[in-house]
Structure formats: structure tokens, C-alpha cells
């Protein structure tokens, strides 16, 4: 299942008009639209599997139609099975790729056209802590995230003269259904020592949204996580050296 549809944070009060995709949680969905009508902004649910072509073509047409010109994407689909590597199936290597990774490929591909006829765009990619460190989840889903930071990279010097900035965020354990179902994700593994909150994300996206001379970056909303595992990498490197 694609990640829940999540409260918006206070800042987006900045941001006119919404979107939100789901592809089976029409209740969460439209919470979040109620929301944002309540802060005068005009939002639509819209249902779409955006890892595929078909799909997202329509639910571009759908928000164009009802919202003019997409400005602002947010590339935020994402499933986690937590697997050990030799558990994953290739059908679950597959399907983790295409959602993760292939959704952010297609509605790229599908927005980006107009945002370059405009001369203006922000596309925001969520990737993940397990692009840098491996994560809690398993080599299926690190390998979409990092493929998430290579895909920001190659947009982010392509569209770099259109007034098109690409930027990604890799949160770790970030207090939602998918994180909180997960048997391997503890608190204690962020040097921190709690989860962090959706708000916590949503303040650097809203920053990003707004900042036209930021690009090709990977934002870290990592409680630390990553600082302190490349801290210890390079300590232990020492060690070894200081051994033999």
C-alpha cells in the first residue's frame, strides 16, 4: 500500500492550492483535503496508482483541469516489506522498484513539460536514510531510495537552466503506519532516541518549495542517524588501522 496521506503541517498554509493522490485510502485522502479547505486553500483528492503510465497521465489531466498548471510535486509513493535479502522474491524486488522508484520516473516525466514552459517548478523526491546506511528495511527498498538520489541528480542538471529545482529529503523512522508497523525499526537506532514526526518532514519540503536557488541536494531529516554512522565508519577505520 502506498504511504497514508498525512496531516499537512502549519506552513502549508503558504501553498495555494493541493493535490493529493492515493491509490485506496480515500478517507485518509480527503482528511487531509478537509484540512486544507479549512485554511481557505482549494484541495482534491484524486485516485491513481502512479507506478503506472496510464494513471498518471490521467490524474495529471485531472489536476490541471481542476488547478491549472502543476507548480509544486511531491514524489512521495513508497512501500516497505521488510525482508533479509536472501527472503526477497524478484516479484517483491519488482515491486518495491516500480513504486518506489518508476512512480517517481513517470509523474517526473509527465509534470515537468509545463514547468519548463513556465520557466518555474519544485520537485521534491522523498528518498530515505536507507539510501545512505542501508536502513531497517531491507536491500529492495534502500536500492529504490538511493536510485530515488541518483534520479534527483540527473533532473536536477537537466532542468537546471528551465527555473526547475529537483531536491530530495531522506528521513529516517519517521512516525507513521509504515514505520510503526515495522518490527525492525526501534527508536533506539537514531542517535536522537525517538521517531520523528511527519511535521519534521513536511517543514524542510515546504522550505524547499520555496527556495529557487537549492538544487540536485539530499536533505537530511535523519535524527542524526547518518551523521553518527559515518562518525563510527571512519572511527573504526582507526581502530583497524591503529591494530595493524
Request: charged letters at 20%; a neutral charge; hydrophobic letters at 45%.
Amino acid at each position: 500500500m502506498e504511504s497514508e496521506p498525512q496531516s499537512p503541517s502549519h506552513s502549508l498554509r503558504l501553498v495555494p492550492d493541493v493535490a493529493v493522490n492515493y491509490r485506496e485510502r480515500a478517507d485518509a485522502a480527503n482528511a487531509v483535503c478537509s484540512e486544507i479547505s479549512g485554511m481557505g486553500r482549494k484541495a482534491i483528492a484524486v485516485q491513481a496508482d502512479v507506478s503506472v503510465a496510464a494513471d498518471v497521465r490521467r490524474i495529471v489531466a485531472e489536476v490541471e483541469a481542476n488547478l491549472g498548471g502543476i507548480d509544486i510535486l511531491v514524489n512521495n509513493a513508497a512501500i516497505a516489506h521488510p525482508r533479509k535479502l536472501e527472503e526477497i522474491a524478484e516479484t517483491e524486488w519488482d515491486e518495491v522498484l516500480t513504486v518506489n522508484l518508476k512512480s517517481v520516473f513517470l509523474v517526473t516525466q509527465a509534470v515537468v513539460g509545463g514547468m519548463r514552459e513556465r520557466k518555474s517548478g519544485r520537485i521534491i523526491n522523498l528518498s530515505s536514510v536507507a539510501a545512505q546506511t542501508g536502513g531497517a528495511v531491507g536491500a529492495h527498498y534502500a536500492a529504490s531510495k538511493a536510485g530515488i538520489i541518483g534520479l534527483t541528480h540527473s533532473c536536477a542538471s537537466a532542468f537546471i537552466r528551465d527555473g526547475v529545482t529537483v531536491n530530495a529529503i531522506a528521513p529516517a523512522l519517521i512516525e507513521t503506519d509504515m514505520v510503526t508497523s515495522n518490527p525492525n525499526a526501534n527508536p533506539n537506532l537514531i542517535p536522537m532516541g525517538h521517531f520523528g514526526s511527519v511535521d519534521d518532514v513536511a517543514s524542510v519540503a515546504v522550505m524547499l518549495a520555496m527556495n529557487d536557488y537549492m538544487t540536485g541536494q539530499t536533505v537530511s531529516v535523519n535524527g542524526g542517524w547518518y551523521m553518527s554512522y559515518s562518525r563510527r565508519l571512519r572511527e573504526s577505520r582507526v581502530r583497524l588501522r591503529l591494530k595493524y
